[in-house]
């Protein structure tokens, strides 16, 4: 689990002489001092990119570099810098927004400018500018640039020459406003309004090259793609949100208004881009409406196609009325598309999935929800990118999660008034011509009640599915979880309506067996108990959340790890957490809060014509109970009154402990059996509650503290222990305020498998766990940690106890302590990057970034020091200005560590106001 970064502005902070210890070079490093000497930070120097006119920066003086968004864009979107990666070269292109003021102006801005820069693994071109002057229609040099998305081209194989020598191209779109007419209204041009503006970085025409209005590569003056539906009378309409379909893209991805880093550079077959504008001519209004233009491979050209595209036409109904709007974002898989739409027929709301050829032209559209039938009121939930799983997870077939209100099946009519069914559909692709097809005429219902028909009077079932479900994928990327909310009884008047935790599971087709759908999704079983009482609502589960080491169907950049960066002892099991009111005699009691944990173990179907099985390790009445909050100990308990409140255990964090590995034989027919041993697939739970010093809050001194836990699941699953990780006070200590910050835990899991891509079941070698935590009250935050080293199975007696398999103990008080000996003033924005055995830590601490690592040679829990102290190594030293914005971006990997870019924002002239680029590159 990797925390994302975002450009913040940094709080005013008078910095003493901080001291940090020696660098591996003896130097003395001085922060806020006169003498502020390189640290060891083991990537390159920063003024190998300070590629600006006088060296000093990456950007040019004079120029405010944008960190944030301030709503001057009707969408509201980030304009922060951002970086896109090639997933399979390892560059990147970083876009981002410079102002220049106005001479005399008292900060009125003069111009906004695009900037585009490559990184080729190594070394960064200079930044280039990048405006539109496209015939009549010329950019607005005051409008900001936003919603910038690039997509690389991988040609690799392609036997046309000039597709061939596209490979490591890419293309840029960003939306900005263009110049309404000089002197009023003219005939090619109304109003000024948002136009989709198209740029081309050609990798054979770079580096340092220039020809005409190409620079480094870059097309310099960008070219307008959307077409200008003028209103007569009124402005015209500006383009929304825009993105690419295409093969080139890694896993599923969202397209908004807004900035979309999405990974791509997968083999490229077909270019697609649309865009969503309404469609309005002369004095006729029509709707928002997707349109698309086809990019040609083959051609010689390296500017769009002709403007304006062809409008998308939704599955279930030809012509949209011109009142009705579609949606505004997307989500594509490769080169399919998602997007949802009112009918216009009875309210019906539908998404459509289109796939594009190479060419650009469209297969037949299909509905991704149930068939509008009669006077049916459908309404289906557009899904998300995580839960979108396809040919880049290597499936055969495209399986959609989603939820449907008044989904009817067989043709039934339904009444979407209170009923939200979870469902599932899988669409077969034929990856060559683009044909598409559906695995039978209606998607599987698969929450629990799924055998129940919605009736059009709405009396069928009451047990409405939560919209906030969840799937993962296992790492062999065979068997989709699924975990939602769902009433534990479909009567309309029950005598205790719950909403608990299920699970279901839907195994994949990965091969060119028959298996459909009908025989993929195993029945739904229940995880959290039902409350003994009569009292209804009493005891619903909320927070429900996968373990956080396992698939989604987004890449890397957009919160989910790739298949073969998952650690999963046990495939065929998923571990998830939850919170439920503890069971109390009326509804109108004191409830307290109680954190679980539940698993679902599969058996996946061998023959292709069955569907698996499930069943929940906890199985509901024989529930974990990792914390009450009303316990009086110290481990994880609130002494004193209950405590009702939600916000009492944050930072649940689950991992895979990896206890015991699979044993696999292969059979002499060549048939491959695995066998996982009792304990693998248990997890680790990290999570911050409330603690007391002196277990018992009536005692003298007593103090709350927040502390962070971990749980071990014990081997039987229904049973575990909680130990405190962060620091705690010795038993009868007086008020120390030992508080851990909330939402600033955070966990990396590390290993040596050379295999790992290949190993269906990885399991990890150690565990490290962050933190924030302040030592005393009104002491600033210091960055605390502790590491796991799993159990091995070649392990011999005597067995080593939980807590000794820490560094330090659990049995000793205090973590280890990795920010600055001095304490100063660290923010909750540090991040993690992994290579090997190796795990580096990002963080701002005293308005400057620090760099500290624990090495894969290293001995557990050994991290830079300096005469027995902490010795963070400085990343900004090239002056003493405070940092006052900063990005790490690591590279799509499963080691991203090697290649991390850190960009950061200075003033670098005392009383500035024009915050400059800096970047260094881990190596």
Not at 648 to 663: E, K, P, Q, R, Y
Not at 682 to 702: E, H, I, K, M
Not at 731 to 743: E, I, K, P, Y
């Given at each position: ?5 975002g450009?913040?502005?940094a ?17 003395t490093?001085i ?20 590629l ?12 405010e ?7 001057a ?5 980030s ?120 740029a ?23 070219k307008?793609?959307?077409d ?12 929304e ?8 893209h ?28 309404a ?35 939704a ?24 997007w ?10 539908v ?13 037949t ?7 509008v ?66 695995d ?10 799924r ?26 990327g ?17 005598a ?46 909320t927070?429900?959340?996968f373990?956080a ?30 919170r ?17 944990v ?56 689950a ?17 491959t ?14 999570y ?15 103090f ?6 971990v ?44 295999n ?17 935590e302040?030592?005393?009250?009104g ?11 799993k ?58 970034l620090?760099?500290?690592e ?22 900004d ?39 400059r ?7």
């Amino acid at each position: 689990m990797f925390r994302k970064i975002g450009f913040g502005a940094a709080a005013a902070l008078t910095v003493g002489m901080l001291a940090v210890g020696c660098s591996d070079d003896g130097d003395t490093i001085i922060l806020g001092g006169s003498d502020l000497r390189p640290g060891a930070f083991p990537g390159s120097q920063v003024d190998q990119n300070n590629l600006a006119a006088d060296g000093r920066a990456f950007t040019p003086r004079g120029q405010e570099v944008q960190t944030a968004d301030t709503g001057a864009h009707p969408n509201g979107t980030s304009r922060r810098p951002e970086i896109f990666w090639n997933v399979t070269t390892g560059e990147a292109i970083m876009l981002f927004v410079a102002e220049v003021k106005a001479t005399g102006g008292a900060g009125v801005t003069a111009e906004r400018i695009l900037y585009a820069s490559r990184f080729n693994g190594t070394s960064w071109s200079a930044p280039v500018q990048i405006r539109g002057r496209d015939g009549n229609t010329n950019e607005d040099p005051t409008a900001q640039p936003q919603g910038y998305k690039v997509l690389w081209l991988n040609t690799t194989g392609n036997t046309n020459a000039n597709a061939a020598a596209r490979n490591g191209d890419a293309i840029i779109l960003f939306s900005r406003g263009d110049l309404g007419p000089a002197g009023g209204v003219g005939t090619t041009d109304e109003t000024a309004n948002i136009r989709l503006w198209w740029a081309y970085f050609s990798r054979s025409a770079g580096p340092g090259a220039t020809t005409g209005a190409v620079v480094d590569g870059f097309m310099t003056e960008a070219k307008v793609v959307d077409d200008d539906n003028r209103v007569t009378g009124g402005a015209d309409p500006n383009v929304e949100s825009f993105g690419f379909a295409s093969s080139s893209h890694d896993r599923s991805h969202t397209y908004t208004a807004g900035v979309d880093a999405v990974d791509s550079g997968e083999v490229t077959n077909e270019v697609v881009v649309f865009y969503a504008k309404a469609q309005s001519s002369g004095a006729t209004a029509v709707g928002r409406r997707f349109k698309f233009l086809a990019f040609d491979l083959n051609g010689t050209s390296n500017n769009p196609p002709t403007t304006g595209g062809t409008v998308l036409v939704a599955a279930q109904i030809a012509s949209l009325p011109n009142t009705v709007a579609v949606d505004d974002g997307a989500v594509v898989h490769n080169n399919v598309m998602f997007w949802r739409t009112p009918t216009g027929t009875e309210n019906d709301v539908v998404v459509t999935a289109t796939v594009f050829s190479a060419a650009g032209v469209t297969a037949t559209p299909i509905s991704v929800g149930s068939t509008v039938v009669g006077t049916s009121t459908d309404t289906t939930a557009m899904p998300t990118a995580a839960n979108v799983y396809g040919n880049d997870h290597g499936l055969t077939s495209i399986y959609i999660f989603t939820t449907e209100e008044g989904f009817h099946g067989n043709g039934a009519v339904g009444n979407r008034a209170s009923q939200r069914t979870l469902i599932v559909r899988k669409l077969d692709i034929d990856q060559n011509t683009g044909a598409i097809a559906a695995d039978g005429a209606e998607p599987a219902r698969i929450d629990e009640f799924r055998a129940l028909v919605i009736a059009a009077d709405n009396t069928g079932t009451n047990a409405p599915v939560e919209a906030n479900f969840e799937t993962r994928m296992n790492r062999p990327g065979t068997l989709i979880f699924a975990v939602y909310r769902q009433n534990n009884t479909s009567t309309n008047t029950p005598a205790n309506r719950n909403l608990l935790a299920k699970g279901v599971v839907v195994q994949t087709r990965r091969d060119a067996t028959a298996r459909t759908l009908a025989n993929s999704v195993s029945a739904s079983v229940n995880a959290a108990a039902l409350p003994a009482s009569a009292a209804q609502a009493q005891a619903d589960v909320t927070n429900v959340a996968f373990q956080a080491d396992l698939a989604t169907g987004h890449a890397h950049s957009q919160g989910g790890l790739g298949l073969g960066c998952v650690f999963q002892s046990n495939p065929n099991r998923v571990n998830f957490t939850y919170r439920q009111r503890d069971d109390q005699a009326t509804a109108a009691a004191a409830e307290d809060l109680v954190l679980m944990v539940d698993g679902l173990l599969a058996t996946p179907d061998t023959t292709g014509s069955a569907a698996p099985t499930l069943a929940a390790i906890a199985g509901g009445t024989s529930r974990v109970i990792i914390v009450r909050v009303d316990q009086v100990d110290d481990a994880g308990g609130l002494g004193g009154a209950d405590h009702t409140a939600a916000a009492a255990i944050t930072d649940v964090i689950a991992v895979d402990m990896g206890d015991d590995t699979s044993t696999t034989t292969v059979s002499g027919t060549g048939v491959t059996t695995t066998t996982f041993q009792a304990q693998a697939g248990r997890v680790l739970v990290f999570y911050v509650t409330n603690a007391n010093n002196q277990d018992n809050l009536d005692a003298t001194n007593a103090f709350l503290e927040r502390r962070l836990f971990v749980f071990e699941q014990a081997a039987g699953n229904t049973t575990g222990t909680s130990t405190a990780v962060s620091s705690r006070p010795a038993a009868g200590n007086t008020q120390d305020h030992h508080q851990v910050l909330n939402n600033s835990v955070d966990v990396i899991q590390v290993e040596t498998n050379p295999n790992v891509a290949q190993d269906p079941s990885h399991r990890g070698t150690r565990i490290h766990v962050y933190w924030l935590e302040n030592a005393s009250r009104g002491a600033n935050n210091r960055l605390a940690t502790r590491s796991y080293e799993k159990p091995q199975t070649t392990q011999t007696a005597p067995a080593v106890a939980f807590a000794d398999r820490w560094t330090p103990a659990l049995t000793t008080i205090t973590p280890v302590f990795i920010d600055l000996p001095s304490n100063g003033a660290i923010s909750n924005d540090f991040e993690l990057a992994r290579n090997g055995l190796t795990v580096a830590v990002f963080f701002r601490e005293s308005e400057h970034l620090l760099y500290q690592e624990t090495s894969s040679t290293a001995a557990l829990g050994n991290y830079y020091t300096a005469n027995g102290l902490p010795s963070p190594q400085l990343i900004d030293n090239e002056s003493t200005e405070e940092v006052i914005a900063f990005l790490i971006k690591s590279p799509p990997r499963c080691d991203n560590l090697s290649r991390t870019i850190v960009i950061y924002v200075k003033r670098l002239d005392p009383g500035a106001n024009d915050p400059r680029v800096l970047i260094r590159v881990r190596n």
